[in-house]
């Protein structure tokens, strides 16, 4: 099971982002995914999760009306679309398997500041 993250950077305030997640190892199209972030000496907390139809969603309320979750089942691979970024955001960005909640990809940093 592996899992890969990319399209974190520096991003202005209000700037938008999309970050992947692109999985392996597993039966991607049968599972629910999640993403969740760590900023600097906190915990680690979820973002969004999606099912594994794509078809329902959920989010943290910090980000409810910013950021969307997606998948693309043929491609393996789940999105986060980040918008109306803040500089709260800030965090290693990592997605995650409902399968296999104990493994964990390197992250993707998202550093939002002016």
């Known amino acids: 099971v592996q899992l890969v993250e990319s399209g974190g950077g520096l991003v202005q305030p209000g700037g938008s982002l999309r970050l992947s997640c692109e999985a392996s190892?597993?039966?991607?199209?049968?599972?629910?995914m999640s993403w969740y972030r760590q900023a600097p000496g906190k915990e680690r907390d979820r973002v969004a999760s999606?099912?594994?139809?794509?078809?329902?969603?959920n989010y943290a309320d910090s980000v409810k009306g910013r950021f969307t979750i997606s998948r693309d089942n043929a491609k393996n691979t789940v999105y986060l679309q980040m918008n109306s970024l803040k500089p709260e955001d800030t965090a290693v960005y990592y997605c995650?398997?409902?399968?296999?909640?104990?493994?964990w990809g390197q992250g993707t940093l998202v550093t939002v500041s002016s």
């Open positions: 995650q398997c409902s399968r296999y909640l104990g493994v």
């Open positions: 999606v099912s594994s139809t794509g078809y329902s969603t």
């Open positions: 190892g597993f039966t991607f199209s049968s599972y629910g």
